[in-house]
């Protein structure tokens, strides 16, 4: 399965007309849904505003915390999988749709400093706020590009401009498989999350922040960038 996931940024209305083909699924996170009628499934966080939720048609599900906190749990959990939607709806999705492709497109988590954050206008740069599962953004997208490896699924990203994402770009054209990673450095950075043990079961993190060493984080993160370094 190819899946397209559709985030906020100011292009991403540019995937209002493209072909469904090559992709089997789309994934729309929080407003995407906004962006073309054919998604199949949109998540969004259990504070996102009603009056934004779509009414789902045939077929189109709506993915909320009662489905994506088990799955991203399946994935060591939010301490280190980064607690911004992007990355929870690629670890839902990796884990109930079994893609080979992730295709993504308007998530890269760079704000300018003036003008339109969003396709939409002005909105909240989520990932961009003080939170000890974001300190390197770009860890994380290494852990999940390479989880998602590890599974036979490729990361990729069709956007063309400043990303925080490390996904190999791509087009809708011509997507390639897994990235190559260091297989040892991710053996040892899983090993590191087990003795850790930052588990929280109900995905509340931030209730349990006293629990978690900010210079382990760290430590950690460094050794996903290493490993995304093959």
């Known amino acids: 399965m190819n899946l397209l996931m559709l985030g906020s940024a100011p292009m991403a209305l540019q995937a209002r007309d493209w072909p469904r083909a090559p992709f089997d699924h789309i994934l729309a996170i929080n407003n995407a849904w906004r ?32 489905h994506f906190v088990p799955a991203q749990n399946a994935y060591g959990g939010f301490v280190y999988a980064g607690g911004t939607m992007a990355y929870t709806a690629a670890y839902w999705a990796l884990d109930a749709l079994k893609p080979s492709v992730i295709a993504v497109y308007g998530c890269d988590m760079h704000y300018p400093a003036t003008g339109a954050t969003h396709f939409y206008g002005q909105g909240t740069p989520d990932p961009l706020r003080t ?100």
Request: aromatic share 8%; proline share 8%; glycine share 4%.
């Open 35 to 66: 962006i073309r009628d054919d998604w199949d499934d949109m998540i969004h966080p259990w504070d996102f505003p009603d009056d934004r939720r779509p009414i789902p048609g045939p077929r189109q599900r709506l993915i909320t915390q009662e």
């Open 131 to 230: 939170d000890i599962t974001l300190r390197s953004l770009e860890a994380k997208s290494s852990r999940l590009m390479i989880l998602a490896a590890r599974q036979g699924c490729a990361m990729v990203n069709l956007s063309t401009g400043p990303s925080r994402l490390i996904f190999p770009r791509a087009t809708a054209e011509n997507l390639p498989g897994p990235a190559p990673f260091n297989e040892a450095f991710a053996q040892k950075a899983l090993q590191t999350e087990a003795d850790l043990n930052y588990m929280v079961p109900s995905g509340r993190y931030w209730e349990e922040a006293h629990r978690f060493d900010t210079a382990r984080i760290d430590a950690l993160d460094a050794l996903w960038l290493a490993a995304a370094q093959a």
